[in-house]
């Protein structure tokens, strides 16, 4: 098993720039979510998602969206870059809730706006 | 909704003394409760959970955390630290309602002296 896998590591984009992050789980979690870490600041969510065609809002959702149209998959799209959005972000899946219940994290997207 | 706090942003400790770090959090039930942690430039791990039953948990690396309803806490403990456990360590609260979320504190910083 791959786990949770983000692509790319590191990316540089321009004000006003649109991209996307992808995120792939092969441990067949129904939950998925995406962090964003900056320092003094832990971890804020972004959105997250139950299961395939349901997502909501996180924290700090503004400036992102979210699909999640099969079980595996459940890419974050910047809409119009900002440096604001500069920042570490994490993708992680989980179980449903139960004794299996906890996320298992990617390894982390660095994205530098400019 | 929940939320966690971790009243330490940083803490030092002497290698091979002992070692607590809180965290508080703020639900209506019995929440999941996380403590993950993340050593530099790394994802982050899962350290140990509370779903139910015994108040006492034990994780990996000889952590260990005590749920304590009456104080809302959940407060990690190592009774002797390795300088390998110089990290940052998040606790985290999720809820039992299905559509609810994992909400991450802001984080501790450990720093072991020699």
């Known amino acids: 098993n791959a786990g949770v896998t983000q692509t790319p590591k590191f990316q540089v984009l321009k004000t006003g720039q649109s991209m996307t992050l992808q995120c792939a789980q092969d441990m067949n979690h129904e939950y998925m979510s995406w962090y964003r870490q900056d320092p003094g600041m832990g971890l804020r969510l972004i959105h997250y998602?139950?299961?395939?065609?349901?997502?909501d809002q996180g924290e700090v959702p503004n400036g992102y969206n979210v699909s999640r149209s099969t079980t595996e998959d459940f890419p974050l799209r910047l809409l119009s870059a900002a440096p604001s959005q500069t920042s570490v972000y994490f993708c992680?899946?989980?179980?449903?809730?139960?004794?299996?219940?906890?996320?298992?994290f990617g390894s982390g997207t660095r994205l530098t706006v400019v | 909704a929940q939320s966690v706090t971790q009243p330490d942003i940083h803490i030092t400790v002497s290698e091979g003394a002992s070692l607590e770090l809180r965290c508080n959090y703020s639900?209506?039930?019995?929440?999941?409760l996380f403590w993950y942690v993340q050593s530099p430039g790394q994802g982050l791990q899962l350290l140990l959970k509370y779903f139910s039953g015994d108040t006492l948990v034990q994780g990996i690396k000889g952590f260990e955390a005590e749920f304590k309803r009456s104080q809302s806490s959940f407060n990690l403990r190592k009774p002797s630290v390795h300088w390998s456990d110089a990290a940052e360590y998040f606790c985290a609260v999720g809820a039992r309602n299905r559509d609810d979320k994992i909400i991450f504190g802001k984080g501790t910083r450990l720093h072991i002296l020699p």
């Open positions: 639900y209506g039930a019995t929440p999941y």
């Open positions: 998602s139950v299961g395939a065609g349901i997502t």
């Open positions: 992680a899946s989980s179980y449903d809730r139960g004794r299996d219940y906890g996320y298992t």
